[in-house]
């Protein structure tokens, strides 16, 4: 008997399809530079797809600039993110890998609201 019969079969979500089932949870890496994706972040996620993984689910991205949450978070408020997103999009999608950005708001636990 297999355990999961249809681990890798593709699955339609919404107007997307992606590959297999295998979905990587968000995961903090800290590795964005002043929340600009880096090298680091691209080889972190590209490495992720070329292993298999059909969707991935990014770690928080910030969605404005005052309220940050960790320092090497990963932003996306304004066009200025878009060429270093794009680069990491491309990446993973060599391996016909889905990416999704997980927009994240720290509201009452970021760390200026700490401060
Ligand atoms: C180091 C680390 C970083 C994480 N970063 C995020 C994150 O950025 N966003 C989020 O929603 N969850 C984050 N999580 C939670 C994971 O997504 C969660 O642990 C994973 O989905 C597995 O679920 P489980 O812990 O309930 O088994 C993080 C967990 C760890 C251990």
Redesign the pocket.
Known sequence: MQLFPNLFSPIQIGKTTVKNRIFM????TNLAEKGYVTDALIEHYSNRAKGSVGLIIT??TTVEPVYTYLPGDMSIYDDSYIPGWKKLVDAVHQYDTKILS?L?HPAGISMDACA
């Open positions: 949870p968000p995961l903090s770690e928080v997980q994240f």
